[in-house]
Structures are given as structure tokens and as C-alpha cells.
């Protein structure tokens, strides 16, 4: 006989189990499925034709993507770990300041950050004709493009994870360690390499497989940067516009390879016993610079990086505000006004991306929010054979780039199946938000988890013996301990979902195009104003989430930890 | 006001996967007693105290209240208020809220919860905090929130899984009283989960002893700490001299055992007190308490008096420890209150050491 919290945690995993098979493992499997069909028959032709010498694109687009990644991953952390090593160590005027501004990276959308630096570093952009006119050069003494471009726009999107992880991993620290090592004879140098570096490099580790993971799916940068360039997310969607979808889902199965393994390698990495100590009162020192040489380079290095860092925001502000039509064949915009933001309202042609984003991202992340709860609850508090299978279904639609999950959602619902209750889901509606639920799922999951294991089992014993039933506990005493951390994890769901690109762009239909898809319409009409005012609406969203994320969600989240 | 409670559990097994938790437990916890379950940490005592508020059910065995078979009954029917070690309380309640949601979950009215809320507060001194956050709480105020959350349902038992271990030494001594002070006035059956053998002692009514999720030993404080029935018992409890002796003789008024590591007989009273119940083949030990051993330069007339040499003299206050060194690898403790410094011994003094046959207790060792 089964007890009632068993009958629960089965109750709890039947719905987690039908959404997961049906919109996660049934579309990879039907996409690994696809891969092994030509011409409607069973062979291994396509994967013949992926590594033989009849197309050698695809397997140089697989090299390029490899080792475009791996060159992202080293200028990433060649960027971020100093910068997270000196803010985080020394104290300077204006490092708080300066330690803000360094993830504002993360305020980009991938596809309007690639439009900016396009137009900031780009053949045509900013910069190299502002240093041609006031140089009097006959030709710009540079741009970026192809290889470079997408190079440069990984490292400014990605070395926040870098920033980020050694931050923390260097607030962490106890400082006593280096002190210990001091005290004991080592010089800065050796304390350095021998005690501080070592306790970073897991965190440094887990930076880099993520950063990889990041640009081997990386889809905005090649798509509008890579010229005659190609990498394999891109291959795919080529495919896919050919009409070939047996190449687009062998494609999409290598691509899914790699990305998978990488997944269960960070998984096996992270689960290796790590240094971290539990020790009290960790203390932040920092050694206050006092030569005012070094202090007053260090604020100029800091201004100087500000700068980069914020040009491409400035730079979109300023396309903003460019009215359609005034900025041809002139070397720099000359006319500005606010035309783009009032055509917002009142032209409906304009609004609608907007609305479409909204409320298809507004749809994705109700289900995320409500499945995302019961999903990580049944990962935390319950027990249940294959627990560990369940979680890594949660994660595939993580490690797999947008593009293949786009793939998946195609080469699934392009048919009638029990899991779209019999109806042929893509050319719909429907369709966009389905896949925002799939790809932004993980992230909700993941953030909940983080909150519900702070939750101590007896919290909601004490409630049981109360006389409390499960759900009158889960409704009065979970949910309301876990929603700020919940709640900021999908609004950040959110804003991913109004500026998402690679899904939207294989699935969508004119009837329901989201901001992203407009944006790449306007550049191609060479309305650049108008894209740049959509961007700076998917700005302003991800900074007002951000603003309420930290003054109210995290506010509350720490004192509920207290 | 209360009903009050007896709780049998009855040849109780608790196995997770492979491990035995608990095993073959038989307890009878009377009404309104103060019943503490003692014992090194993962001895069983924790689970014991899970299965009787229904947080784990037992793999054999039957737990009753009163004649209620409350075996497999889930933790919300069963009426019972637990406290916890880390005290649970709800976070983004304050401590009124807090007090107040068993009531709620109860049904009661608005108007009744408030008299009883604000009662229970006003017992345990909390009334002027009613309408704090918990986090804004001292350890032990937080403390008195999670035991007035217990009380105020009125539950057939009480149950406390070592409250007081978060909390510093100072503290604990007030909570303890607080604890006992409640437990007298509502007169509730209580289980008390701790380690600590000073609590135990102190506020219990009966103790259990756990080991290896075994129960050893059910008695009074007194009964346990003068009449062990085995060397784990004699050992966890207090301090205390455990050699291994065999047994020379029986008979009359008097046994003797013979001492390895002494090289000598001892002679003991053959009185239940003295002697523990034993089997032909258990092995023996002879305890004695360091409050018992008497130690003096002057020679001792009668038996169970042995030559030594003083090794250490520790100073702790009221008691004063006397290390005496009897041969290479045997050192006796005896211990004395303090009676000022003329009193204490010099170090490497030839002493003689007295064991009393009155306060000697022979055990037999504990089985695992």
C-alpha cells in the first residue's frame, strides 16, 4: 500500500512527467529520429553527408564553432578575472561605482547588443569614422566583421560570467587563508598562485564550460556578423530555410552533442567535493591603494573601461532617437527627435512586435512560474527513482543552443501529435510561446531550487505538526517563503523571452512576430532608428526587472533566509 | 484542560535502506511525565522521537496514544506540539502569526486565537514582541516563540528535540527552568530529545538511554546515574573509574572481583545497588565515581585501600580532581569539594587511595 506522501509525490510528478516527455524528450527524440531519414527512408546518409567530403561546410562550420568558442571562452576570462581580481581587492575612489557598471553587459539582449556594436565598431559605425575624420585618413583604420566581430561581441557579452563567478568566488574566501600562507613565509607572488588561484579555479572552471556552452550556441552575433563566415547554429537555421530539415536535424543532433556532454561534464565537475569551507565572519579586505600613481591609473583604467562598457547603451540610445529616413548616405545621423517612441503608439504596424512579445512572453512564464514551482519542489523535497534522470530532463532544454530547441519544436509539432492534442502547432500562434516555456523553463527551475533547498525540511514539518494538511502548508508556508526568489527568477525568464531571437526566428509567423524579428526587419529596411528604439524597450525592461529584483524580491529573499 | 496522554511504543524497528536505526524498543511514557530520550548523537533517539510525532513511521512495531493505534496516522492528525532543534519558525510571519497558525489551522475565531495567542505570549514573556519578525528575535526569544507555538494547540504531547543546543550556556540554564516552569503549569506529557546528560538529569522525570538505536536503560535520574546496568550507561552518565574485573567469589555479604590493571581484589557490597544483574558469560566492569574514590596521604584502614602516587592536581573551582597514578597503566580519578588550598595534595606525593565497597557498582558490559 502506498501512504499519502507517497500518493503525493506521484500525484506531484504525473503532470511534471506528461510536460516534460511531451515538450523536452519527445521533440530531441523526434529530431534524433528525423536525423537518420533521407528522402523519407532509414539511412545514414545525412550523417554521411555531414562528415564526408560532399559538403565540407558543415564540418568546417563545426570546427569554426568549436574553436570560436574556445577563443570567447580565453578572451572572456582574460577580461573578467583580473577585472573581478582588482575591484573585488583593492579600494580606490569610485570602485563600488566601477564594480556596477561591469555587468552591465547583462542589460544587452544578444541581438541588440550585436546591432549596437555593428554600428559603433562596424564598417560603417561610429568609431572607426570619427577617428578617419579627425585623423583626415583616406579609409577607416578599422572595423569589425566576421571572425573579429563575433569574437569581440562574445567577449563583452560573456566575460560577465567570468566577472561574476570569481567575484564571488573571491568574496568567498576567507581571507585568513592568504594570511595563514603569509604568515608562514610566502610572498605575494607565491600566496597568490599557491593558495589564492587554486581556490578560484573551480569557479573559474564552471565559468568556462558555460562560456562554451554559450558561444557554441551563440546565434545573434554570427547571424548578423559572420558575412561568408560559418558556425553550425547558423547551418542550421540555413537548412531550415532551404527546406532541407533532415540536414537541420542532423545539425542539430551534433550540435546537441557536444552541448550535452558539456552539460553532464559541468554536472560531474560540480559534484566533485569542492574546497569550499564553511567558515564564520568572513571579513572583505581589501588593501587600500596608496601610491597615488597606481590609485589614479587605476580610476583612469576604470573610467576608460566604463566607457567601453556603456558605449554600446549610449550608442543604442542615440540610434533611438534617429527618425526613419534621415540617416542614408550621411557619415553620422543628423537629425534627432522622438518620432520612433510616439510612432509606438500610435501606429499599430509598430506596436504590435511589442504586444506580440508581451504577451506570448507573459504566456510562457505563467506556465513557467506555476510548473516551475511544482517541478522543483518535486527535485528538492521528494524522493523518487530517477530523480537524477528527472533533473537532467530539466536541464536539456538548458544545454541544448536555442537554435536546436527551435529544431526540436519544429520537426515535433510540424505533425499532428497527442501532445498538441492532435493539431499541427507550427505556422500558429501558439507555438512561440511553447517554445519560451521550453527554453526558459531551466532557468526557473534552477532558480527555485536554489531557494527551496534553503528551506529547511523542518520548516514545513513544524507546520504538519501544527495540524497543517501538505497543501495548506505549501500554500501558507512554502510558496509565500520561496516566491521572491521564484518570482525574480521568472521575471528575468521574462525579459529573455520579450527580446528572444534564435527560437523566434525558425518559428515565427507574421500574425505573432515578437520584438527580435522586427528588429532584424527594420535593420534590412536600414530603418535603424526604429530597431534601435525597439532595443531600448527590451533595455528598459530588463532594468526596471533588475531594479525590482534587488530593492523589493532580494530585499525580502535574504530576510527570509535570515 | 489538557487530555492528557500515554504513549506506549511497543517492539518498535526503524530500518532505513540497510541501517538500523532503532531497533526492538519498548517504551511506556506515563501521563504528564517529563520523559527524556538521552544518548550520543546518532543513537536513535532523534528517530524515536520522528516516529512518535509521525514524521517517520516505524518498519515494525506499534505506537499508541492512550489505546489509539497511532502507527501509520500522518503528523498533522496527531495532536502533538514539537519543537525543533533549529526552532522552524516561519520567516515571513511575525511571532504572533507565527503563535497563532496552529489556531488557525484549527478554525478557530479570530477573537478566541487572539486570548489565547496573547495568553501564551504573556507565559513565556514574548507579549511585548507579538508583532515582531522573527528574524528580529534573539536566540532564545526565538526559542520561547517555537515552545509558545507548541503549547498553544494544547497538545496531547510535547515534544522538544534538543531545544536548548543552539543556544549559549548562560541561556540554556534560564530555558530550562522556562521549559519545566510550562511543562509543571499545562501538565503536559513530554518527550525531550538531548545529549546532554546535565539536562537529562536535571529535568527529567524518567530518562531513556539510547546506544547503537538500543535502548539501555528507563529510570529515574537518580536510578541511573547511582544504579547503571551496564558500562555505556555508567560511562555516558557523569564521570566515572571503569576497570575490567573478573569475578573471584561469591557469597555472604561481600563478593570480591579481582582488578587487572589494580594487580589486587576488590570487595564489594553484594547489595542490588552495588552490583548490576549479570549473566554467566558477560564481561564485568567495576565502576566507581570520582566523588566516591577517597584519596589520602594517611593509610586507610579496611579493604580496597591501594598505594599511588599523585600525578595531577586539577582545580576547577567547587571540586577539586586528584589524579592518582596506581602503576604504568592505570590512573584513578577521585574528586572532592573544595576545602581550600591546605587541603590539596602536592604532586608526585605517595598517596593511598580507598575505593568504598558501599559505592563500588559492578556492571556487566554492554552488548552492541
Redesign the interface.
Given at each position: 500500500m502506498l501512504?499519502?506522501?507517497k500518493r503525493r509525490t506521484l500525484l506531484l510528478l504525473i503532470p511534471v512527467i506528461l510536460v516534460l516527455v511531451g515538450y523536452v524528450l519527445y521533440p530531441t527524440l523526434r529530431t534524433a529520429y528525423e536525423s537518420f531519414l533521407h528522402n523519407g527512408a532509414f539511412s545514414l546518409q545525412n550523417y554521411e553527408d555531414f562528415f564526408g567530403t560532399k559538403a565540407r561546410a558543415n564540418l568546417q562550420a563545426l570546427w569554426n564553432s568549436v574553436w570560436i568558442s574556445l577563443l570567447s571562452v580565453l578572451f572572456s576570462a582574460l577580461i573578467g578575472i583580473p577585472l573581478a581580481y582588482i575591484f573585488n581587492r583593492y579600494e580606490f575612489p569610485g570602485r563600488r561605482f566601477f564594480s556596477n557598471i561591469a555587468i552591465m553587459p547583462i542589460v544587452l539582449p544578444s541581438l541588440v547588443g550585436v546591432m549596437a556594436f555593428m554600428f559603433l565598431y562596424g564598417e560603417a559605425g561610429l568609431i572607426p569614422n570619427a577617428i578617419k575624420d579627425l585623423l583626415h585618413l583616406s579609409d577607416v583604420p578599422f572595423k569589425i566583421g566576421g571572425i573579429s566581430g563575433i569574437l569581440i561581441v562574445h567577449a563583452y557579452t560573456m566575460y560577465p560570467y567570468f566577472y561574476m563567478t570569481a567575484s564571488s568566488a573571491l568574496g568567498n574566501l576567507d581571507p585568513s587563508l592568504e594570511e595563514a600562507a603569509s604568515n608562514l613565509g610566502a610572498n605575494r607572488f607565491k600566496v597568490f598562485w599557491q593558495v589564492t588561484f587554486p581556490l578560484l579555479t573551480p569557479g573559474i572552471v564552471a565559468a568556462s564550460l558555460l562560456v562554451f556552452m554559450v558561444s557554441m550556441a551563440s546565434f545573434s552575433a554570427p547571424f548578423l556578423l559572420a558575412g561568408g563566415f560559418r558556425v553550425l547554429s547558423l547551418q542550421i537555421y540555413f537548412s531550415k530555410i532551404n527546406g532541407d530539415l533532415e540536414m537541420a536535424a542532423t545539425q542539430s543532433v551534433i550540435l546537441s552533442i557536444v552541448s550535452i556532454s558539456f552539460l553532464l561534464f559541468m554536472r560531474w565537475y560540480q559534484s566533485r567535493k569542492d574546497y569550499r569551507m564553511a567558515s564564520k565572519g568572513i571579513g572583505a579586505h581589501r588593501s587600500e591603494v596608496s601610491n597615488p600613481v597606481l590609485k589614479w591609473t587605476m580610476v583612469t583604467i576604470g573610467i576608460l573601461a566604463m566607457i567601453v562598457l556603456l558605449l554600446p547603451h549610449a550608442t543604442l540610445l542615440l540610434l533611438s532617437l534617429v527618425p526613419e529616413g534621415t540617416w542614408t548616405w550621411q557619415t553620422y545621423p543628423t537629425a534627432f527627435n522622438f518620432e520612433n517612441y510616439t510612432m509606438l503608439f500610435d501606429t499599430p504596424y509598430i506596436w504590435e512586435p511589442v504586444r506580440n512579445s508581451l504577451i506570448m512572453a507573459f504566456l510562457a512564464c505563467l506556465g513557467v512560474f506555476v510548473f516551475g514551482i511544482f517541478t522543483s519542489y518535486a527535485l528538492v523535497k521528494r524522493n523518487f527513482i530517477g530523480k537524477n534522470l528527472l533533473d537532467i530532463l530539466v536541464m536539456i532544454p538548458w544545454a541544448l543552443p536555442a537554435t536546436v530547441v527551435g529544431m526540436n519544436l519544429i520537426l515535433a509539432f510540424n505533425s499532428p501529435s497527442p501532445f498538441s492534442f492532435g493539431k499541427i502547432l507550427v505556422g500558429t500562434f501558439w507555438i512561440l510561446p511553447l517554445a519560451y516555456f521550453v527554453r526558459f523553463l531551466p532557468l526557473v527551475v534552477r532558480s527555485t531550487n536554489a531557494v527551496l533547498e534553503q528551506l529547511?525540511d523542518?520548516?514545513e514539518?513544524?507546520?504538519?505538526?501544527?495540524?497543517?494538511?501538505w497543501f495548506?502548508t505549501f500554500r501558507?508556508?512554502v510558496i509565500?517563503?520561496i516566491l521572491p526568489g521564484v518570482l525574480s527568477g521568472t521575471l528575468l525568464a521574462f525579459v529573455q523571452a520579450v527580446g528572444e531571437f534564435p527560437t523566434s526566428v525558425l518559428l515565427y509567423t507574421i500574425g505573432n512576430r515578437p520584438i527580435s524579428i522586427e528588429i532584424m526587419n527594420q535593420l534590412r529596411m536600414f530603418n535603424v532608428g526604429q530597431a534601435a528604439a525597439y532595443g531600448m524597450i527590451q533595455v528598459g525592461l530588463i532594468a526596471i526587472v533588475m531594479f525590482i529584483s534587488s530593492r523589493f524580491l532580494g530585499v525580502k529573499a535574504e530576510?527570509?533566509?535570515? | 484542560m489538557n487530555q492528557m496522554s500515554i504513549v506506549h511504543l511497543s517492539a518498535i524497528t526503524k530500518q532505513f535502506g540497510k541501517v538500523t536505526a532503532v531497533e526492538g524498543l519498548d517504551l511506556l511514557i506515563k501521563e504528564g511525565e517529563f520523559f527524556t530520550f538521552l544518548g550520543p548523537s546518532g543513537c536513535g533517539k532523534t528517530t524515536t522521537l520522528r516516529m512518535v510525532?509521525?514524521?517517520y513511521?516505524p518498519t515494525k512495531g506499534v505506537v499508541k496514544f492512550n489505546d489509539r493505534d497511532m502507527t501509520?496516522v500522518?503528523?498533522?492528525?496527531?495532536?502533538?506540539?514539537?519543537v525543533?532543534?533549529?526552532y522552524?519558525?516561519?520567516?515571513?510571519m511575525t511571532v504572533f502569526e507565527n503563535v497563532a497558525?496552529?489556531l488557525k489551522?484549527?478554525k478557530l475565531n479570530k477573537a478566541e486565537t487572539k486570548t489565547r495567542v496573547t495568553d501564551v505570549l504573556k507565559k513565556v514573556r514574548l507579549d511585548q514582541y507579538a508583532d515582531r519578525?522573527v528574524?528580529q528575535l534573539s536566540g532564545g526569544q526565538q526559542q520561547r516563540v517555537a515552545l509558545a507555538?507548541?503549547i498553544v494547540?494544547e497538545p496531547d504531547i510535547l515534544?522538544l528535540d534538543e531545544p536548548l543546543s543552539n543556544l549559549d550556556a548562560r541561556l540554556r540554564d534560564e530555558m530550562r527552568a522556562e521549559i519545566l516552569r510550562l511543562q509543571k503549569e499545562y501538565k503536559i506529557t513530554t518527550i525531550y530529545v538531548t545529549h546532554d546528560q546535565v539536562e537529562a538529569l536535571t529535568m527529567s522525570d524518567r530518562i531513556a538511554v539510547f546506544n547503537f538505536g538500543r535502548c539501555q536503560q528507563v529510570g529515574t535520574p537518580t536510578e541511573i546515574y547511582n544504579e547503571p546496568v551496564n558500562d555505556f550507561v555508567a560511562e555516558f552518565i557523569g564521570e566515572t573509574n571503569l576497570l575490567p574485573v573478573t569475578e573471584v567469589q561469591g557469597g555472604g555479604e561481600k563478593r570480591t572481583y579481582r582488578s587487572e590493571a589494580l594487580g589486587r581484589e576488590v570487595t564489594v557490597n553484594d547489595t542490588p545497588l552495588n552490583i548490576a544483574r549479570y549473566g554467566e558469560v558477560d564481561e564485568l566492569r567495576m565502576s566507581i565515581r570520582p566523588e566516591a574514590v577517597e584519596v589520602s596521604v594517611n593509610q586507610f584502614s579496611g579493604p580496597n585501600v591501594y598505594p599511588g602516587t599523585v600525578k595531577n592536581v586539577q582545580f576547577t573551582g567547587a571540586a577539586v580532581h586528584t589524579y592518582v597514578e596506581m602503576n604504568e597503566g592505570l590512573t584513578l580519578v577521585g574528586t572532592a569539594l573544595n576545602q581550600g588550598p591546605s587541603t590539596y595534595l602536592r604532586e608526585g606525593a605517595d598517596v593511598f587511595v580507598r575505593l568504598p565497597e558501599d559505592q563500588i557498582r559492578i556492571v556487566p558490559k554492554a552488548g552492541v
Open positions: 501512504n499519502a506522501d529547511d523542518s520548516i514539518e513544524a507546520a504538519q505538526n501544527l495540524g497543517a494538511k495548506y501558507k508556508i509565500p517563503i530576510k527570509s533566509l535570515g | 510525532a509521525g514524521f513511521y501509520t500522518p503528523p498533522e492528525k496527531r495532536n502533538t506540539g514539537m525543533f532543534q533549529n522552524a519558525l516561519f520567516p515571513h497558525f496552529g489551522v484549527r519578525q528574524s507555538r507548541a494547540i515534544l
